[in-house]
């Protein structure tokens, strides 16, 4: 069983910056991905970024490209994003997720919501215009 704690949300302006936090705890070895995703009010959860555990190949939405950057640290088994030139259309509660296919080899991008198998809570992040 792996748990993931989330933390980092918050209201921010138009512009600003946030950074979430992933901790995940548990059977943690040797998976292929975690990512993030996102889902606002009535609508359904979509996929921010992912890094690849190993290597750390990241995969990011056309729609935060070059705004937000997903990070690791693997000794802490904590994942980052760190998100810039927030905008409005951002606001949404976040999501972290753990893909725990074993990483054999290969490349994929894990960016669906059926390639993960544990979620956090969420955090909510608002971006005010």
């Known amino acids: 069983q792996v748990q993931l704690v989330e933390s980092g949300g918050g209201l921010v302006q138009a512009g600003g910056s946030l950074r979430l936090a992933c901790a995940a705890s548990?059977?943690?070895?040797?998976?292929?991905?975690m990512g993030w995703f996102r889902q606002a009010p009535g609508k359904e959860r979509e996929f921010v970024t992912a890094?690849?555990?190993?290597?750390?190949?990241?995969y990011y939405a056309d729609s935060v490209k070059g705004r937000f950057t997903i990070s690791r640290d693997n000794a802490k088994n904590t994942v980052y994003l760190q998100m810039n030139n927030l905008k409005p259309e951002d606001t949404a509660v976040y999501y972290c997720?753990?893909?725990?296919?074993?990483?054999?080899?290969?490349?994929?991008?894990?960016?669906?919501?059926?390639?993960?198998?544990?979620w956090g809570q969420g955090t909510q992040v608002t971006v005010s215009s």
């Open positions: 997720g753990y893909c725990s296919t074993p990483d054999v080899g290969g490349s994929w991008a894990p960016d669906a919501v059926y390639d993960y198998d544990y």
């Open positions: 548990g059977y943690t070895f040797s998976n292929y991905a």
């Open positions: 890094i690849r555990w190993s290597g750390g190949t990241t």
